[in-house]
Protein backbone atom coordinates (compact mmCIF):
# COMPACT_ATOMS: atom_id res chain seq x y z
CA UNK A 1 0.00 0.00 0.00
CA UNK A 2 1.17 3.38 -1.38
CA UNK A 3 -0.62 6.06 -0.13
CA UNK A 4 -1.13 9.83 -2.05
CA UNK A 5 -3.02 12.55 -0.18
CA UNK A 6 -4.40 15.63 -3.02
CA UNK A 7 -6.83 17.91 -2.68
CA UNK A 8 -5.91 20.48 -0.39
CA UNK A 9 -6.63 23.95 -1.02
CA UNK A 10 -7.65 27.32 0.01
CA UNK A 11 -11.42 28.42 0.95
CA UNK A 12 -13.56 30.48 3.33
CA UNK A 13 -15.31 29.71 6.04
CA UNK A 14 -18.27 27.92 5.12
CA UNK A 15 -17.10 26.19 2.02
CA UNK A 16 -16.23 22.53 1.12
CA UNK A 17 -12.96 20.48 0.00
CA UNK A 18 -13.03 16.81 -0.51
CA UNK A 19 -9.68 15.11 0.24
CA UNK A 20 -8.53 12.32 -1.71
CA UNK A 21 -6.15 9.09 -0.32
CA UNK A 22 -5.29 6.76 -3.22
CA UNK A 23 -3.38 3.62 -3.04
CA UNK A 24 -1.21 4.06 -5.64
CA UNK A 25 0.52 0.86 -4.46
CA UNK A 26 -0.29 -3.32 -5.66
CA UNK A 27 -1.97 -4.60 -2.75
CA UNK A 28 -5.21 -5.04 -3.68
CA UNK A 29 -5.66 -5.99 0.33
CA UNK A 30 -8.19 -4.12 2.66
CA UNK A 31 -7.45 -2.21 4.98
CA UNK A 32 -8.63 0.61 7.59
CA UNK A 33 -8.53 4.24 6.85
CA UNK A 34 -7.78 7.27 9.04
CA UNK A 35 -7.45 10.48 8.77
CA UNK A 36 -5.40 13.07 10.63
CA UNK A 37 -4.54 16.36 10.33
CA UNK A 38 -1.49 18.92 12.36
CA UNK A 39 -1.83 22.66 12.86
CA UNK A 40 1.40 24.42 13.10
CA UNK A 41 2.83 23.61 17.04
CA UNK A 42 0.12 21.31 17.75
CA UNK A 43 0.14 17.66 17.78
CA UNK A 44 -1.17 15.61 15.32
CA UNK A 45 -5.09 14.65 15.78
CA UNK A 46 -7.36 12.09 14.67
CA UNK A 47 -10.31 13.62 12.34
CA UNK A 48 -12.22 10.25 11.03
CA UNK A 49 -11.65 6.77 9.98
CA UNK A 50 -13.09 3.58 8.87
CA UNK A 51 -12.70 -0.22 9.43
CA UNK A 52 -11.15 -2.23 6.83
CA UNK A 53 -14.45 -3.82 6.24
CA UNK A 54 -16.13 -0.62 5.66
CA UNK A 55 -18.46 -1.84 8.57
CA UNK A 56 -17.07 0.83 11.46
CA UNK A 57 -16.50 4.64 10.83
CA UNK A 58 -15.83 7.51 14.15
CA UNK A 59 -15.39 11.02 13.75
CA UNK A 60 -13.68 13.66 15.84
CA UNK A 61 -16.14 15.73 18.14
CA UNK A 62 -14.74 18.45 16.39
CA UNK A 63 -16.03 17.20 12.72
CA UNK A 64 -18.80 15.07 13.05
CA UNK A 65 -21.75 16.08 11.10
CA UNK A 66 -19.74 18.11 8.98
CA UNK A 67 -16.36 15.69 7.77
CA UNK A 68 -17.49 12.15 6.17
CA UNK A 69 -15.24 9.41 4.89
CA UNK A 70 -16.25 7.34 1.55
CA UNK A 71 -14.67 5.07 -0.72
CA UNK A 72 -14.56 4.60 -4.70
CA UNK A 73 -13.50 0.89 -5.17
CA UNK A 74 -12.84 1.18 -8.61
CA UNK A 75 -10.37 3.87 -8.14
CA UNK A 76 -8.75 2.51 -5.09
CA UNK A 77 -9.52 6.09 -3.50
CA UNK A 78 -10.62 7.39 -0.25
CA UNK A 79 -12.17 10.57 0.25
CA UNK A 80 -12.78 12.90 3.41
CA UNK A 81 -15.67 15.10 2.03
CA UNK A 82 -15.28 18.56 4.37
CA UNK A 83 -18.58 20.63 4.51
CA UNK A 84 -19.06 24.05 6.51
CA UNK A 85 -15.14 24.58 6.82
CA UNK A 86 -13.77 26.89 9.60
CA UNK A 87 -10.84 28.96 9.86
CA UNK A 88 -9.94 26.10 13.11
CA UNK A 89 -9.99 23.56 10.82
CA UNK A 90 -6.60 25.17 9.07
CA UNK A 91 -4.38 22.53 9.05
CA UNK A 92 -2.14 19.91 7.15
CA UNK A 93 -4.35 16.71 6.46
CA UNK A 94 -2.82 13.22 6.57
CA UNK A 95 -4.45 9.72 5.31
CA UNK A 96 -3.13 6.52 6.75
CA UNK A 97 -3.83 2.84 6.66
CA UNK A 98 -4.08 0.34 9.14
CA UNK A 99 -3.11 -2.61 6.84
CA UNK A 100 -2.46 -5.17 9.77
CA UNK A 101 -4.87 -4.68 12.43
CA UNK A 102 -8.83 -6.22 12.65
CA UNK A 103 -10.90 -5.47 9.32
CA UNK A 104 -13.75 -4.29 12.35
CA UNK A 105 -11.54 -1.93 13.68
CA UNK A 106 -11.32 1.70 13.83
CA UNK A 107 -7.97 3.45 14.94
CA UNK A 108 -8.12 6.64 16.80
CA UNK A 109 -4.00 6.86 17.26
CA UNK A 110 -1.35 7.70 14.92
CA UNK A 111 0.57 5.04 15.88
CA UNK A 112 -2.48 2.11 14.92
CA UNK A 113 -1.40 2.79 10.99
CA UNK A 114 1.34 1.79 9.57
CA UNK A 115 1.55 3.33 6.18
CA UNK A 116 1.67 7.19 5.59
CA UNK A 117 0.81 9.81 2.71
CA UNK A 118 2.19 12.43 2.67
CA UNK A 119 -0.26 15.74 3.83
CA UNK A 120 -1.78 18.14 1.55
CA UNK A 121 -2.61 21.73 2.99
CA UNK A 122 -5.79 22.87 3.77
CA UNK A 123 -6.40 26.29 4.47
CA UNK A 124 -9.65 28.03 5.87
CA UNK A 125 -9.89 31.75 5.43
CA UNK A 126 -12.53 34.26 7.70
Known amino acids: VQLQASGGGLVQAGGSLRLSCTNS????????VGWFRQAPGKEREFVGG????????KYADSVKGRFTISRDYAKNTDYLQMNSLQPEDTAVYYC????????????????????WGQGTQVTVSS
Open 25 to 32: GRSSGIYG
Open 96 to 115: AANTIGSVHYVGLRTGEYNV
Open 50 to 57: VSARRDKS
